[in-house]
C-alpha cells in the first residue's frame, strides 16, 4: 500500500507537477506551473509546459476536497497563452481556501497575473518578473478591430494585476511602456525587492516563509471555526 502511495505521487508530480504536503498542520496541495503556459496550440513536445486542461480540473478538486486546507503555487515560467494564464489566474483569485503563490527564479509575461491572483504573493531575492505589452501570434490583420481587441485584451491583464495586488495603474503601464530596459524590446523586468517595493508582489521569501504564511491562515480559519480537528484525528 505504501508502494502504491509512493507511485501514485510520482506520477502526480511527473504528469500535472503537483503533491501533496500532509503534516500535523494540515494538508496542502503544492502546484508547479514551469515553462510555458500551454493553451488551445500544442507547443513543441521538447518544450517544458503547464497544460490548462490539466491545471483548471485539479483546482476545482482543491477547492471542493475535504482533505485539502490550502494551495501552494510554485511558480518558474516564462509566460504563454493569455486566455488560458487568465483562465488559470481568475480560478486562483476565485478559491475559498487559502492560497499562496511563490515566485522562484521567474514569473514573467503571463506569469504575472499569475502570481498575483494567489491570496498572499511571495517571491525569492533572485527571481526577476518581466512586464511588457500583449504579443499575439498568428496572422494579425491591419485594421482598426484588430488593434482595438489589442487594446481590450492588455486592458484585461492590466485590470486584472492592479485589482489583485497594489500597484498603482499607472506605475504598471510605465514599466510595460518602457523602451530604454530591453534591448530588442518594450517593457521591463524587475527582482525580488523592487517588485515587493512596487505593490506588485506582496512580500520578499522562500518556501519557509510561504508555508508558514499559508499554516498560519489555515489556523487562522479553523479557529474561526471553532477550532476544528486536525485532519486524520
Do not use: W
Request: hydrophobic fraction near 40%; aromatic fraction near 4%.
Amino acid at each position: 500500500m505504501e508502494e502504491e502511495g509512493r507511485e501514485e505521487l510520482r506520477q502526480d508530480i511527473e504528469q500535472f507537477g503537483s503533491t501533496l504536503i500532509r503534516s500535523e498542520r494540515g494538508c496542502i496541495h503544492t502546484l508547479t506551473i514551469i515553462g510555458q503556459v500551454e493553451g488551445h496550440q500544442l507547443l513543441h513536445p521538447s518544450a517544458k509546459t503547464t497544460k490548462y486542461e490539466h491545471v483548471l480540473p485539479l483546482l476545482a478538486t482543491v477547492e471542493e476536497s475535504d482533505d485539502i486546507d490550502g494551495l501552494l503555487i510554485l511558480l518558474n515560467t516564462v509566460g504563454g497563452d493569455i486566455e488560458a494564464g487568465l483562465g488559470i489566474a481568475e480560478m486562483i483569485a476565485g478559491m475559498a481556501k487559502p492560497t499562496v503563490s511563490l515566485v522562484l527564479g521567474g514569473g514573467h509575461s503571463i506569469g504575472v497575473p499569475l502570481a498575483v491572483a494567489a491570496s498572499r504573493s511571495f517571491i525569492a531575492p533572485s527571481a526577476s518578473m518581466t512586464i511588457h505589452p500583449v504579443r499575439l501570434s498568428g496572422t494579425v490583420i491591419g485594421v482598426s478591430q484588430m488593434f482595438a481587441y489589442f487594446q481590450r485584451t492588455q486592458d484585461r491583464i492590466v485590470d486584472f494585476i492592479t485589482a489583485h495586488s497594489t500597484i498603482r495603474r499607472e506605475d504598471f503601464l510605465r514599466l510595460m511602456l518602457e523602451t530604454g530596459e530591453l534591448t530588442a524590446d518594450v517593457g521591463s523586468v524587475i527582482y525580488g525587492a523592487e517588485a515587493v517595493k512596487l505593490g506588485l508582489i506582496d512580500q520578499v521569501g522562500g518556501v519557509r516563509e510561504a508555508l508558514e504564511y499559508l499554516h498560519g491562515e489555515i489556523d487562522r480559519r479553523r479557529g474561526e471555526k471553532g477550532g476544528g480537528e486536525t485532519p486524520g484525528q
